[in-house]
């Protein structure tokens, strides 16, 4: 089972930015897509989560509103969408995959700078 | 607002076994919240240790074990390597596919 995830963003405060998570060797309509930021020198957060194939979604109560997580089950893809973006968005994003988490994206880069 | 309680630092000895735990701010961990352990160095991706309070993820060695200790979670390192040196995570499952990490516990091996 591999993850990979997309590369580096940079974005404006006000923007959006949309990070995926791909994952292969194996079928995942019923596992879970996890997501976890961790804040420049910070703790892991979970972000939410979705399982592609029942649609269901689960937010974390501090991303309630300004996370999106969607997923495309014909290609094991999972997707978070960050809006309105401020400084405090700025943070290395790691997908993770099924209930135990058990294998790990490599972690994309966002920047939020003017 | 739920929040898991982790010890911010542990050191231990090479050869020598240290337990680090995982609480909540208000009552008991116990096996419904399914506890988990992973370990990050930094700049790199978390790495599963334990899952469930006391699976072993694949490839783990048998030096870590987890528990459930009094009301918290446990995970135990025994025979400490110098590579243990890294930050460790705990995580609870808190029903409806929902997840809480814990503020991790930074491991010094000296």
Redesign the interface.
């Known amino acids: 089972v591999q993850v990979v995830q997309s590369g580096a963003e940079v974005k404006k405060p006000g923007s959006s930015v949309k990070v995926s998570c791909k994952a292969s060797g194996g079928s995942f309509s019923s596992y879970?897509f996890?997501w976890?930021r961790q804040a420049p020198g910070q703790?892991?957060?979970?972000v939410g989560?979705i399982?592609p194939g029942f649609g269901?979604t689960?937010y974390?109560?501090n991303f309630q509103g300004s996370v999106t997580i969607t997923a495309d089950k014909s290609s094991n893809t999972a997707y978070m969408e960050l809006s309105s973006l401020t400084s405090e968005d700025t943070a290395l994003y790691?997908c993770?995959l099924g209930?135990?988490?058990?294998h790990?994206?490599?972690?994309t880069p966002v920047t939020v700078s003017s | 607002?739920t929040v898991v309680t982790q010890e911010p630092s542990f050191s231990v000895s090479p050869g020598g076994t240290v337990t680090l735990t995982c609480g909540l701010s208000s009552g008991s961990v116990s096996i419904s919240y399914y506890p988990?352990w992973?370990q990050?160095t930094p700049g790199q991706?978390?790495?599963?240790l334990i899952?469930?309070t006391n699976i072993r993820?694949?490839g783990v060695p048998d030096r870590f074990s987890g528990s459930i200790l009094g009301n918290k979670a446990a995970l135990t390192i025994t025979g400490a390597q110098a590579d243990d040196e890294s930050?460790y995570?705990c995580?609870l499952?808190m029903g409806?596919?929902?997840?809480?990490?814990?503020?991790?516990t930074k491991l010094t091996v000296l």
């Open positions: 879970s996890n976890v703790g892991l957060e979970w989560g399982i269901t689960n974390a109560p790691f993770a209930s135990t988490f058990d790990w994206g490599q972690g | 607002q988990s992973y990050q991706a978390p790495r599963t899952y469930s993820s694949s930050d995570y995580m499952s409806s596919g929902n997840h809480v990490f814990g503020g991790g």
